[in-house]
């Protein structure tokens, strides 16, 4: 039945890999008076997904900036995702410049623009409100389970807002409408040990299993130093073997593997 | 006296902006695991001495990536700061990308290597440590006060750790070997607006002060939506006519001016 096998062979592959950037946009990430938090929220939701964020750019509110950010890494990556820059005043201007990017107009969304009016105000403040509804002519919404004002998509950018607790409310509808790729699995184990005790065995592990991606990470802690040693790769049947490895070379170097997680 | 005046013009001239460029390397930053916190240390800490940060990138520890982004980074700005991948182990390669990006050889620092060889430990292991001296031929040391392997600069990329500790421990001894620009103050004041409530008015306020930067940021807290007003600029002499307007417009829109902040 070769039609057959032939179909199972196409099912049994592996997802591909599929890669994601993200922008943030805001004059206040780069003056330190906002600490940012989105690009973790954002790593976390979409690797769950197996979109892997392979760069993230922090940039001022400047059009020109915005507009050839958009244009540099937009071919470079499946996904693009921007936070910030949509809200109602005149340094929200992430709407217009994705509108540039593209060529294409800003259109006032009628979706949007009913969500917004379902909050009565004054003609003036409704006029700034209204500047929300702006969209690229051509996108689709992105929900924001806020009921606030909608994000928005188009081509393979999705502009969502900067508070975090809106922006999570927009990327987490957004788990349907994106391919999700192979996921990175990863698992951990701890040892007080430095760093460079095991940092030859470490490297022959990585060299061994050339398609995960090993690191360690230092800290200090309670007066004494450790590392944790992470093993990520989306091959779940052999990190299983890397880890026993992991663990022999702590106990190797005199240490005890403590803490192991998967994640 | 034409000479005097000349002389005494040229004192009171203005520091001229000076921009930087940060550079956050590692895998665990995009990936999720970590929550960086360098950048918004950085840009506290350079903008206190007149450095705006004007742009951030966080890129994964692979070489071809970390060589371009400093060969395209590093002609647009004063000054580059790299945080992480300058620690022992076989992903910390930070010290020969930046090496290749400057098209010199990786050569041991005899000083760094005295610091690490204080610490006695056994060949393999001093080995690794010894990594930790590898600097790009003609790079100066940046100072760890942590009394751990110093970080380095050559050019004006400057390469300091990714551990925040360590990393806080360098960047807090380059304040006499920078120049220091014109140093940005901002002034805040909070109002129990929504943005769009004063958007048209704070809008009037930016295209009479030009030169200063306002940004409004809402948040909603014990159940009300609010709104910080911040006004940035070097020019203190007219930030609190800036701030006055502000306030007014506030107290126009049926709200109170509250928690004013200068910094």
Known sequence: MPAMSNSATALAQPPRKVTACVIIIGNEILSGRTQD?????LARTLGAWGIQI???RVIPDVPEVIVETLN???PLYDYIFTTGGIGPTHDDITAECVARAFGVPLVESEEIAVRIRQRPAPPEIMASRLRMARIPAGATLIDNLTGGPQGF???NVHVMAGIPSVMQAMVTTLGDTLEHGAIVRSCSVMAYLGESQIATAFAAVQDRYPDFDLGSYPF???DRYGTNLVIRGTDEGRMQN???EVKALITAAGGTPENVVFE
Chains 1, 2 share one sequence.
């Not at 938090?37 to 929220?41: A, G, I, R, S």
Request: aromatic content about 10%; overall charge neutral.
């Open 72 to 74: 540099t890494l937009g």
């Open 242 to 244: 890397a880890l026993d």
């Open 37 to 41: 938090t989105n690009l973790n929220f």
């Open 220 to 222: 200090f802690r309670d």
């Open 153 to 155: 998509r188009i081509g």
């Open 54 to 56: 392979r760069e993230a």
